[in-house]
């Protein structure tokens, strides 16, 4: 028996030294929930955050006698997924038990699809930063169901090891899935950790645009099982591949992979053997730990769902799904940018934000691409990163900010007091509109107060008045700051600026 590939057995190697003598080879498995009403099997309920084993039917729970139907719409998703990765969707298929034991799968065996998956032979092109296109070539997207949710109670750590107690919620248990796996990606070099990113980010958006899922990652909606090997060249046979499970963020699979390398060179220049074996890995400190022997297929025990018909989609009934696809995201992102008019790193940043969408809206609801922009990409993305939330998650729609913007180019808020209006949207006093008019917030457009104002700063501050008399244009800085405050930053700067110069000339 070879030594454990531990990382405590071994030391990391520089991942730029390690990617220099290793070529690494990536496979992805992505497993993504559908957005149906019920379960794949039965007419429990779906719904994020139920209170625990409120959603299920005696389907879900594995009760002796319960007979599982497929769900027709979960079909429909997941022949919309296979065609928008350029896959074949398959004349029939059919379920398979896959066979073992942990108490989050109530009835031993989980319902999936093994030899003979809906869809098949896929591909797709992905677009790193700088441009860069790189097609990931699709083994299969099979249909099947979600696992429960076990909490571990107690212990350091959270997982079972150490811990007091088990408990299992079965809400998730049941919910219908499409697993996305990839034939091994080869090629990458040292940006495997960009590709990887990349493609499951691309993923993501597809799953968006075909609205098939609110694939919200934080929520597990979109979970990847990132296999990772190591060769001595692009020609060597294909290494061991450890698989790192459910990475659930963009930065965490790119930390994941990173890890994996340095780690397996380390087990590869001690001169042992990497182990076949699941891993975890750790937010904290982006590391990975081994979790079990990655079992085989023959160790699943796979055989047909005796309970289950094949799927016979028709061909008709598929290319009528075909017909109602959208626009895919890599296609949409090069238009939108085009019609913005963003630079490639604009873009970039609004990408990485997860802002199209909410660009596009706010565009749609009268604004210009560049104001839209200014506000989720600025002072939004700012309030967001502070909260620790998304930006989706805050309390503003695009179209209170396409009306908050608006206000601004007519001139009746500045942007300073937009913020303070946006901090009443967020606060839920309503829209910008309502919150100008409530907070007292709009543009003093009336020279009268103004005069008065500037007046008052001018018998204050004589001197100055001199220097500007005198020719010197500089101090006047400080003559309309005084105005601004006594206004509380509700004049026209540019405005009090001409009043008071007319004012000292006169």
């Given amino acids: 028996m070879t030594a454990p590939s531990t990382a405590t057995a071994t030391s990391l190697v520089a991942y730029e030294d390690a990617v220099r003598r290793y070529d690494p080879v990536l496979g992805i498995e992505v497993h993504v929930?559908?957005?149906?009403?019920?379960?794949?099997?039965?007419?429990?309920?779906?719904?994020?955050?139920?209170?625990?084993?409120?959603?299920?039917?005696?389907?879900s729970l594995g009760l002796p006698g319960a007979l599982p139907v497929v769900n027709g719409k979960a079909v429909e998703y997941a022949i919309r997924i296979g065609l928008a990765l350029n896959c074949t969707i398959a004349e029939s298929c059919r379920f398979a038990r896959k066979n073992y034991f942990y108490p989050d799968v109530p009835k031993n065996f989980q319902t999936s699809q093994y030899d003979e998956p809906i869809a098949f032979d896929g591909w797709i092109d992905i677009e790193l930063d700088d441009g860069e296109v790189f097609r990931v070539e699709i083994e299969r997207a099979h249909m099947e169901e979600d696992a429960g949710k076990n909490t571990h109670v107690g212990g350091a750590t959270g997982r079972i090891q150490g811990a007091e107690y088990s408990l299992v919620d079965y809400n998730r248990a049941g919910i219908p899935l499409v697993e996305i796996v990839t034939r091994p990606i080869e090629g990458v070099g040292d940006r495997a950790p960009e590709v990887a990113r990349a493609y499951v980010q691309t993923l993501r958006d597809i799953f968006r645009s075909l609205d098939v899922s609110e694939a919200r990652m934080e929520r597990g909606n979109v979970r990847a099982d990132v296999n990772l090997s190591l060769r001595p060249t692009?020609?060597?046979?294909?290494?061991?591949?450890?698989?790192?499970?459910?990475?659930?963020s963009f930065r965490s699979i790119e930390r994941a992979v990173r890890y994996e390398v340095s780690r397996q060179a380390g087990v590869l220049d001690a001169g042992l053997l990497v182990i076949q074996e699941t891993r975890h890995f750790h937010e904290e400190d982006g590391t990975t730990s081994s979790g079990r022997v990655k079992s085989d297929a023959e160790d699943?025990?796979?055989?047909p769902e005796p309970d289950l018909v094949p799927v016979a989609p028709s061909r008709e009934w598929v290319e009528e799904i075909r017909a109602t696809l959208p626009e895919m995201p890599v296609a949409r992102r090069r238009r939108l940018q085009t019609e913005w008019g963003y630079a490639d790193a604009e873009m970039r940043d609004v990408v990485n934000a997860g802002a199209i969408e909410l660009i596009e809206a706010t565009v749609a609801a009268g604004t210009s691409a560049a104001g839209a922009r200014k506000w989720w990409m600025g002072e939004l993305a700012r309030r967001a990163n502070q909260?620790?939330?998304?930006?989706?998650?805050?309390?503003?729609?695009?179209?209170?900010?396409?009306?908050?913007?608006?206000?601004?180019?007519s001139g009746r808020i500045n942007d300073k007091l937009a913020r303070q209006v946006l901090d009443g949207v967020l606060a839920g006093e309503g829209d910008p509109e309502a919150v100008v008019v409530a907070r007292g917030l709009e543009i003093v457009s009336d020279d009268g107060p103004l005069l008065a104002a500037i007046d008052d700063a001018l018998a204050a501050q004589p001197d100055i008045v001199e220097k500007v008399r005198g020719g010197n244009q500089g101090p006047v800085g400080a003559i309309i700051g005084a105005v601004m405050k006594a206004t509380r930053g509700q004049a026209d700067a540019k405005r009090v600026r001409e009043l008071v110069l007319d004012r000292i000339g006169s």
Avoid: W
């Fill in 33 to 59: 929930e559908l957005g149906t009403l019920t379960k794949m099997f039965c007419a429990a309920e779906v719904a994020y955050g139920g209170e625990p084993n409120t959603q299920v039917t005696p389907v």
């Fill in 234 to 248: 692009p020609e060597s046979p294909l290494g061991t591949r450890t698989e790192t499970k459910n990475v659930n």
């Fill in 300 to 303: 699943y025990r796979y055989f």
């Fill in 387 to 409: 909260d620790e939330v998304t930006l989706e998650d805050l309390h503003v729609t695009p179209a209170q900010i396409a009306q908050l913007q608006g206000l601004v180019e």
